[in-house]
């Protein structure tokens, strides 16, 4: 497919990034067909501080612009310097895959002549490229919104079906990972299980913190594992919550390692455990083997991609709802037991046969 003539010459792009973890690993396959039809433009990304760290090493990716909000770019001064900034840049194109109208104004106010976004949330007016978004029966999967807008726009062929997305680290990372997995007492041939129990979108999204350690018992006994508990810093008392609850000891990493370190801790795992959340996203992109616990969600859309996944899910009425509290009993989460996650998880152990070496 030839891009059409508006897009001929086109030398440097500005992307906007997504502002959650798991959004911005869905959206790298956008971001990879978009390198794919520019292969010799500059692609740059304007992204927050919180997901800037997954694009490091990343082919499709020139360089990045942090968008700080809470410091230099701060009110109405900071705004204006981010805009100066990227006024000097004098992009040819802004493919802009967050949704929110402050993504169009920053790019209609950076002078940007192609402006290519889906015409949410008021900003219509403000692109160029305005693409009426498709209906999730259209795309189906989150990771097919992010190809559509740029299939719709004209900039790529017709997508075709993604059934996984890759992330992949340094030779210094995985040595980092090394030597930090060493610190921690779990080096040498150690099954590891990493839990990542948190989930910023909001406690409806949260699998139950006592089953979280009922379960890390029973994988501990079963596989004579060990536990890795993962999170934010926010999510530390969570993780110490799940510890208390334990008959055995786990470690726990919550709120110690930047993205890039918890991408090479969870690397050194086996197998892990998680809500859906962005470290889902994070270890199915590694290839580590994932069993997924939903509840207010739905899998079919932002569920986890890749062979070596599995989903835990019981059919209620009431979800998916998308909430971010439960307003009734939780009972989406609640008739998850112990016993059905830890089958899950042997059974896809036993399915990819992993073992102490791998």
């Given at each position: 497919m030839a891009a059409p003539a508006r897009f001929a010459n086109v030398q440097r792009i500005l992307v906007r990034a997504t502002n959650w973890v798991g959004d911005a690993v869905m959206s790298l396959p956008a971001l990879e067909a978009l390198r794919a039809r520019f292969p010799r433009a500059e692609?740059?990304?304007?992204?927050?501080?919180?997901?800037?760290?997954?694009?490091?090493?990343?082919?499709?990716?020139?360089?990045?612009?942090?968008?700080?909000?809470?410091?230099?770019?701060?009110?109405?001064?900071?705004?204006?310097?981010?805009?100066?900034?990227?006024?000097?840049?004098?992009?040819?194109?802004?493919?802009?895959?967050?949704?929110?109208?402050?993504?169009?104004?920053?790019?209609?106010?950076?002078?940007?002549?192609l402006r290519i976004g889906y015409a949410t949330d008021g900003r219509g007016a403000l692109l160029h490229e305005a693409v009426e978004p498709p209906l999730p029966a259209a795309y189906g999967h989150q990771v097919n919104y992010y190809l559509q807008l740029l299939f719709r726009a004209g900039l790529t062929a017709k997508?075709?079906?993604?059934?996984?997305?890759?992330?992949?680290?340094?030779?210094?990372?995985?040595?980092?990972?090394?030597?930090?997995?060493?610190?921690?007492?779990?080096?040498?041939?150690?099954?590891?299980?990493?839990?990542?129990?948190?989930?910023?979108?909001?406690?409806a999204k949260r699998w139950p913190f006592e089953r979280f350690a009922g379960l890390a018992d029973r994988l501990i006994g079963a596989l004579n594992a060990d536990v890795l508990i993962f999170g934010s810093a926010a999510e530390r008392p969570l993780a110490e919550d799940i510890a208390s609850a334990m008959k055995h000891t786990p470690v726990i990493s919550a709120g110690e390692t930047s993205l890039r370190q918890l991408?090479?801790?969870?690397?050194?795992?086996?197998?892990?455990?998680?809500?859906?959340?962005?470290?889902?996203?994070?270890?199915?992109?590694?290839?580590?083997?994932?069993?997924?616990?939903?509840?207010?969600?739905?899998?079919?859309?932002?569920?986890?991609?890749?062979?070596?996944?599995?989903?835990?899910?019981r059919e209620v009425?009431?979800?998916?709802?998308?909430?971010?509290?439960?307003?009734?009993?939780?009972?989406?989460?609640?008739?998850?037991?112990?016993?059905?996650?830890f089958q899950a998880t042997l059974e896809l152990v036993k399915r990819w046969n992993i073992t102490h070496e791998l």
């Open positions: 692609i740059v990304l304007l992204s927050k501080s919180s997901v800037s760290e997954l694009y490091w090493y990343h082919p499709a990716v020139n360089r990045q612009i942090i968008y700080k909000p809470a410091s230099e770019h701060r009110g109405p001064r900071g705004f204006a310097r981010l805009i100066r900034e990227l006024r000097a840049e004098r992009f040819d194109v802004a493919v802009l895959f967050q949704n929110a109208f402050q993504a169009a104004w920053i790019a209609w106010r950076a002078r940007i002549p997508p075709q079906p993604v059934e996984e997305i890759r992330l992949r680290l340094s030779e210094s990372e995985g040595a980092w990972a090394e030597k930090k997995i060493e610190g921690l007492g779990l080096s040498g041939p150690r099954f590891i299980v990493g839990m990542a129990p948190g989930a910023a979108f909001g406690p991408l090479a801790l969870m690397a050194r795992c086996q197998l892990m455990v998680t809500n859906d959340s962005g470290p889902m996203h994070l270890a199915a992109a590694l290839g580590v083997p994932l069993v997924a616990i939903f509840g207010s969600t739905d899998e079919r859309a932002t569920g986890p991609l890749g062979k070596r996944v599995r989903v835990v899910k009425a009431c979800s998916p709802c998308g909430l971010r509290e439960c307003p009734i009993d939780f009972r989406c989460m609640n008739e998850i037991s112990v016993e059905e996650a």
